[in-house]
């Protein structure tokens, strides 16, 4: 019991966008919340609705601080998605191109060559445990709330994945995708401070 709580409080830091301990007492604080739900037991994982397009559409999404790409089971059309909670996203028109930096961030340490600017910018992710998640890169509104209850509709570019592996055996998460809480300029903590959403609380993020 303890021990969940400390977790639910440390994910709750990482939530807000502070990516250090907030020391000055009065400085004007910009955090989003995100509604984390899920159990250690029975339920084995935690996840947290994103409410994502518009109109605005609820989606599950599996935590995993050890990545930065955001993504969702995707209808471009999906070749392959496992069985979720909601129906695939579709896309929009908004496609990140090739040219942007987000699309390189996603491709690091390999350099990407772009044919052509407008080209779509397609990922592939692998996670040591389950599975893979193979799409292209597009932007949508996600709806957000910050602490106070004010609404903010961001912009943020994240995974339409249409290809997805997952091992059977490992007993994976019944959720729509997977929310990278990695601090990487792909993660949409990093987007969501580019974008003045949300304040560094201090910290220095390079
Ligand atoms: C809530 O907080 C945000 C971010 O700090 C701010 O922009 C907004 O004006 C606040 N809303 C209210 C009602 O205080």
Same mark, same amino acid.
């Given at each position: ?35 984390v ?26 935590? *995993?601080? /050890? &990545?930065? !790409?955001?993504? =969702?089971?995707? %209808?471009?059309?999906?070749? #392959? ?35 052509s ?11 040591? *445990?389950? /599975? &893979?998640? !193979?799409?292209? =890169?597009?932007? %949508?509104?996600?709806?957000? #709330? ?28 019944y ?20 974008? /003045?959403?949300?304040?560094?609380c ?5």
């Open positions: 019991m303890h021990s969940r709580f400390i977790f639910i409080l440390a994910l709750f830091f990482l939530l807000t966008g502070c990516y250090s301990s907030a020391t000055s007492g009065h400085q004007s604080f910009s955090s989003v919340v995100f509604q739900t899920g159990n250690v037991y029975p339920t084995g994982y935690y996840y947290v609705t994103v409410n994502i397009g518009n109109p605005p559409k609820p989606y599950w999404l599996d935590l *995993d601080t /050890g &990545s930065d !790409l955001t993504w =969702l089971q995707c %209808d471009a059309p999906c070749t #392959k998605c496992f069985p979720a909670p909601h129906k695939p996203y579709k896309p929009n028109k908004n496609l990140v191109t090739c040219m942007d930096p987000l699309c390189a961030s996603v491709h690091w340490p390999e350099t990407l060559n772009c044919e600017p407008n080209d779509q910018c397609d990922y592939e992710v692998q996670y040591a *445990d389950h /599975g &893979s998640s !193979l799409g292209l =890169l597009v932007n %949508d509104r996600f709806r957000l #709330k910050y602490t106070n209850g004010t609404l903010v509709e961001p912009r943020l570019a994240f995974g339409c994945g249409y290809d997805q592996e997952v091992e059977a055996s490992m007993n994976p998460p959720t729509d995708g997977v929310l990278g809480l990695g601090l990487g300029k792909a993660s949409i903590l990093r987007q969501l401070n580019e974008l /003045g959403v949300t304040k560094k201090g910290g220095s993020l390079s």
